[in-house]
């Protein structure tokens, strides 16, 4: 499903840095994935390469069966649209929308009619524990819950995969649990790929298979 | 660095290092108003002092001043003053506004009995080597102000107009005077002589002998005045000069001010989202344990320090703006009130210590509501994502907005305070506060109506301003003022200017208007001559008007007094009426019909008697109807001419009405006059196109600096509208962010923006075209007709309110488009990397 081949990434600069250095990594499709790493060691550079958002110097991104490096920023975006579920460290659920209108964001951006729409987000509400939330404004939620929200949204279009940035990183220790569990749940429900960036060892012993990242490359590594 | 530092740079540190181009906008909106305030005062200033310091001049050591029609009085009562023993000395005067020859302008004569002014206007008797110049006809002295003004210096020759003949006065030197009024001076019975007033006074200056008591004796001279004159003191006379161009100094200041309240609601926009920005931090440092009365000190503070830096460069400004205006245009600003006068520019630390302070309180006002609120928030909630529009929660009550209108509505009615339309101003004030205050409650019913769009990008933008009314409703309260001042004014400044183009129709029917002399009121027509342009080929129809000026009331200036042929049967053929004419029974005394500045400032209204000093004596007149006069703010009075003649025996006039005989030209009708009349060069011959240009054109300069007083108002207000959705769209760049995560274009971004600021935008538009109608209506009927007794017309100038809709549409689509590209140009991937 993911397939990085040596893949490296340098960031230009006063202080020119490269953070992956011939990464290859291949995930299977229905898998949760976890890499761990200190900070600034390129976790989430590895993320945005697997989604699009930024280009590799060196190597080859494919993701479900689309090379990303051929695609141009209208394409990826389409990719993104189509393919891809994100779940943020700092939720990103927009402040404004109800919960419901939060979640069925990337339906209406796919343009879903409104009514099987209406019921795929109740399901995915369901599904996350916040059947009867729907109407709420995110001001009112928990932290937790807003979280929640967000993997139902990164779910709700049945993306083939979602990528976690430390998803647990504003949560307490139960949340956090609750929050990866589900995560894990819901990924294997609907049959996506999942890759998650952490700091928490807690949280990547969760994960199918997990990564460490360090300077000298990626390893597996079991917890 | 102390804790206090330390805590206040946490609170505005933040702000004045990440804002600084929005807070040098605000200060420079605040500069911008103080300095047009400042400038407007000290040029009044400059102006008045000149002006009172030059009658102040002319009045010398006079205790009281006998004044009375502007074409003279019996000069009989002379005798009878200079005998009074209370009185130390009487100096006659006559005076005259002489038409200068080859100019459009006239110049003041004074004539004096030279050793009668020496004792009390020593400043209007002239120095000469040859004393017996001083009472030689045709020779004159001149001001210093008048010889530089028409570069006529001792030697030379003057050439006025008296009657239809040229008058050449040579001039024996200059008068003493120090001031920079420019007026002439000649012996008073040359000038008598001269100008056809002999036998007639203009005014007496008296000074009482010592220890006199001015008071007693101003009450035994007024028993026995003849009508139409009035005893007054000098500082009586320099009042009313400052009243009569009180109403147009106090508009203008008026207007500097709301350059200035946009330039805090400017103010208020930027601090109100700012301070909404800031709104987790302050939340830690209150869960930190800043206390609430801090927070609002430290908040007001950094708005004190915004008004301050913009108050002190707007002094600096309107002091530098003044003095150049005063260099290059005199200290007229537009109504003629001033014209020639030219003082230096004087600091005046009064007028600075007002607008700085006016400044300041602007600027702490803008930031003491947003504040409030800021501080008033709990830190837990506010720490939270989405708390934003908890901030602007409070100003969802419809209850005080409703409130400011219904006062607003109600301040309409009332009557002027001092003869100044406080009230209306007040009004006005009140509807934009009222409204300025529902603007989220509008913002939200106007969104909630509004059909939800297919396409996602302008769902979300319609999903936004319906989740953020209160956000909408700060970021539109600069453009909901401008639009609404901009629209007022537009449409009163039309409304007048039509009324006006109106009026010039209805009252010139003729085909040409000849006047004796086009400036002074030292020409007329004799009756010879009267007869003589009355036979002349050309003419099928002829006339003839006489003016003069009267005191209706003391301590009043003077109205004019036209007598002119009225038709009996419908003097509405004849009068731009406004109602109908009173039907007079037999046995009533003659007509006069009254200007509506009569009525304004007398109340005299039709059916009332009304005693008109002519000839010295009081005529008994009955109000038949009121007509609308645009030319004498003052007030004007027609009665028939016929009647005039009889009364005062006076068969002069001052201008003609002349209607062509079938086929005659213009042109050839000015031959015929140049041929037939000796006087033709001096006289003045219009056309009403001519006409009507020539009072449009002064129309126009009337209003320049209004507009240019709005446009700068209007600029401060589209500052506002751009900077505000620029902070509105730059401080949504995460969200920007993680909608490009989930697959929204660069383009649906930008679209979804396009929507919410035309959206936003043809709210404030809409809102602020319905308010500026309702404001139009108040400076129509009541803040105009209080200030300037002018009755006018509503019209609605279609064309230049579409064109501002389309241009004020056209920028914020420019401006949001602008933001839009700077918030898409950061980082999305960084973007989503930051706290909400």
Redesign the interface.
């Known amino acids: 499903m993911i397939h990085l081949d040596r893949v490296s990434k340098r960031f230009p600069g006063p202080r020119p840095r490269t953070v992956l250095d011939g990464i290859t990594l291949a995930i299977p499709r229905g898998l949760l994935v976890a890499i761990l790493g200190e900070s600034g060691v390129g976790k989430?550079t590895l993320l945005?390469l697997i989604?699009g958002?930024?280009r590799a110097d060196a190597g080859s991104v494919t993701v479900a069966g689309s090379e990303l490096d051929r695609l141009d920023?209208?394409a990826l975006?389409?990719f993104?649209?189509?393919k891809?579920g994100?779940v943020?460290q700092?939720?990103?659920?927009?402040?404004?929308?109800s919960v419901a209108?939060n979640v069925g964001?990337?339906l209406?951006?796919l343009?879903h009619d409104r009514a099987p729409a209406e019921d795929r987000v109740q399901a995915m509400l369901a599904a996350v524990g916040l059947a009867d939330r729907g109407e709420s404004?995110?001001?009112e939620l928990s932290g937790g819950e807003?979280q929640r929200t967000a993997i139902a949204r990164a779910l709700v279009h049945r993306p083939a995969i979602v990528l976690a940035d430390e998803p647990t990183g504003n949560l307490d220790p139960d949340s956090a649990a609750g929050v990866i569990g589900l995560l894990r749940e819901r990924l294997h429900e609907e049959g996506a790929t999942g890759v998650l960036v952490t700091h928490s060892r807690a949280a990547a012993a969760r994960a199918d298979r997990v990564y460490t990242l360090s300077a000298s490359g990626l390893d597996p590594t079991s917890l | 660095m102390s804790a206090g530092l330390a805590i206040a740079w946490a609170v505005l540190g933040g702000a004045f290092g990440s804002h600084r181009g929005r807070l040098a906008l605000s200060v420079l909106a605040i500069a911008l108003g103080v300095a047009l305030g400042f400038a407007v005062a000290l040029i009044n200033e400059a102006a008045i002092a000149e002006f009172s310091g030059g009658m102040r001049s002319l009045s010398g050591s006079a205790d009281l001043v006998v004044r009375g029609p502007r074409n003279g009085f019996d000069e009989a009562l002379y005798p009878r003053l200079a005998r009074d023993p209370d009185i130390a000395v009487a100096s006659p005067v006559v005076e005259v506004d002489a038409r200068i020859a080859g100019r459009d302008d006239a110049l003041r004569v004074y004539g004096v009995d030279a050793f009668r002014a020496a004792a009390v206007t020593p400043a209007l008797v002239g120095t000469t080597k040859d004393a017996l110049d001083l009472l030689r006809p045709g020779t004159v002295f001149m001001s210093p102000a008048a010889a530089a003004w028409l570069d006529v210096h001792p030697g030379a020759t003057l050439r006025v107009q008296s009657g239809t003949h040229a008058l050449p006065l040579a001039v024996a030197g200059y008068v003493r005077a120090e001031s920079g009024e420019r007026f002439a001076v000649m012996d008073i019975a040359a000038a008598q002589d001269a100008f056809a007033r002999i036998g007639s006074l203009s005014r007496i200056d008296l000074r009482l002998r010592p220890g006199g008591d001015a008071a007693a004796l101003r009450e035994r001279i007024v028993a026995a005045l003849p009508a139409g004159l009035e005893v007054a003191t000098p500082d009586d006379n320099a009042a009313l000069t400052r009243r009569l161009s009180r109403s147009y100094r106090v508009n203008l200041n008026v207007l500097a001010l709301v350059a200035l309240f946009t330039g805090g609601l400017l103010v208020f926009s930027t601090q109100a989202l700012s301070i909404v920005r800031r709104r987790s931090q302050f939340a830690l440092l209150r869960t930190l344990g800043l206390s609430r009365t801090r927070l609002i000190a430290l908040l007001v503070g950094e708005g004190a320090l915004v008004g301050a830096a913009g108050s002190l460069a707007g002094l600096a400004g309107g002091y530098l703006l003044a003095d150049a205006v005063l260099r290059v245009f005199g200290a007229d600003l537009g109504a003629g009130f001033f014209r020639g006068v030219a003082p230096d520019v004087a600091f005046d630390i009064r007028a600075a210590a007002i607008f700085a302070m006016l400044g300041i309180v602007a600027a702490l006002l803008g930031s003491y509501l947003p504040a409030r609120e800021a501080a008033a928030a709990t830190p837990a909630a506010a720490l939270k994502a989405g708390d934003e529009q908890h901030a602007f929660a409070r100003l969802r009550s419809p209850l005080p907005g409703a409130v400011l209108l219904t006062a607003g509505a109600a301040a309409a009615w009332l009557p002027p305070v001092g003869g100044l339309p406080l009230f209306g101003y007040g009004a006005i004030a009140l509807l934009l506060f009222g409204t300025l205050l529902l603007l989220p409650r509008i913002a939200a019913w106007v969104l909630a109506a509004m059909p939800r769009p297919h396409a996602i990008a302008p769902a979300l933008a319609l999903e936004q301003l319906r989740g953020a009314p209160g956000q909408a409703g700060v970021s539109l309260a600069t453009t909901v003022a401008s639009v609404s001042l901009m629209v007022s004014m537009a449409i009163m400044v039309a409304s007048f200017r039509q009324s006006l183009d109106d009026w010039l129709l209805r009252v010139l029917p003729a085909n040409v208007y000849v006047r004796a002399a086009a400036a002074g009121d030292s020409a007329y027509f004799s009756v010879d001559e009267q007869r003589r342009l009355a036979s002349i080929d050309a003419v099928a129809r002829i006339a003839f008007l006489r003016t003069q000026g009267i005191v209706l009331e003391d301590g009043q200036p003077h109205v004019t007094l036209l007598a002119r042929d009225l038709p009996a049967a419908d003097p509405s053929a004849a009068l731009p009426l406004v109602g109908t004419a009173l039907s007079l029974r037999a046995g009533d005394p003659p007509p006069v019909y009254v200007s509506e500045a009569i009525v304004d400032l007398y109340g005299i209204r039709p059916g009332a008697r009304l005693h008109l000093p002519l000839d010295g004596k009081q005529r008994n007149f009955v109000v038949a109807g009121v007509w609308r006069d645009y030319a004498r703010q003052q007030g004007a009075l027609v009665i028939d001419r016929s009647e005039y003649t009889r009364i005062t025996g006076d068969a002069t006039a001052t201008d003609a009405a002349v209607w062509l005989a079938p086929d005659v030209t213009v042109d050839e009708f000015r031959r015929q006059v140049d041929a037939r009349m000796p006087g033709a060069a001096r006289m003045s011959i219009a056309t009403p196109g001519e006409i009507r240009v020539r009072s449009l054109r002064i129309f126009d300069r009337t209003f320049a600096v209004t507009y240019a007083l709005l446009a700068a108002a209007i600029v401060i207000g589209l500052f506002g509208l751009s900077s505000s959705i620029g902070a509105l769209v730059l401080a949504r760049r995460r969200e920007f962010g993680m909608l490009r995560h989930l697959g929204l274009t660069r383009r649906q971004i930008a679209v979804m923006l396009a929507t919410e600021g035309f959206a936003v935008s043809s709210i404030g538009l809409a809102v602020g075209l319905l308010l500026g109608f309702l404001m139009s209506l108040i400076l129509i009927h009541v803040v105009n007709r209080q200030s300037f007794h002018w009755g006018m017309t509503l019209h609605l100038p279609w064309g230049s309110l579409a064109a501002l809709v389309l241009a004020l549409l056209a920028l914020a689509l420019a401006t949001t488009v602008v933001s839009a590209r700077q918030a898409m140009g950061h980082d999305a991937i960084r973007a989503v990397k930051d706290d909400w």
């Open positions: 989430s945005n989604a958002l930024e920023d209208d975006t389409r993104r649209r189509e891809v994100f943020f700092a939720f990103h659920v927009l402040p404004y929308l209108r964001l990337p209406a951006l343009g404004m995110p001001r807003l």
